[in-house]
Nanobody, 118 residues
Framework: QVQVLESGGGSVQAGEPLRLSCAASGSILIVGTMGWYRQAPGKQRDLVAQITSVGSTAYADSVKGRCTISRDNAKNMVYLQMNSLKPEDTAVYYC????????????WGQGTQVTVSS
């Protein structure tokens, strides 16, 4: 079954770090670019970080300089290291493909909740 499983979220104080993990079924090398998305209550789901199959990365301005995305193609894992967390980072975080066009490769998972208090 094609799926992703996100983990690593939690409740932290502003300024603390978190590392999110995404375990994907199948070969993410074949999938290509993978990304982390987040959705805050009442807001749309936004892409915050992406990484190509060869490791090129890009970040939304809101997390640039504070987050690092990485992947392990052999283990079909994608990670998001988040530092200096802010209350506005509070959201449910999801991983999925970053398609140039067409549908996402994976059905959306349950996500992992990140809550940052001031």
């Amino acid at each position: 079954q094609v799926q992703v499983l996100e983990s690593g979220g939690g409740s932290v104080q502003a300024g603390e770090p978190l590392r999110l993990s995404c375990a994907a079924s199948g070969s993410i090398l074949i999938v290509g670019t993978m990304g982390w998305y987040r959705q805050a209550p009442g807001k749309q789901r936004d892409l915050v970080a992406q990484i190509t199959s060869v490791g090129s990365t890009a970040y939304a301005d809101s997390v640039k300089g504070r987050c690092t995305i990485s992947r392990d193609n052999a283990k079909n894992m994608v990670y998001l290291q988040m530092n200096s967390l802010k209350p506005e980072d509070t959201a449910v975080y999801y991983c999925n493909s970053v398609p140039r066009s067409g549908p996402y490769y994976y059905p959306w998972g349950q996500g992992t909740q990140v809550t940052v208090s001031s």
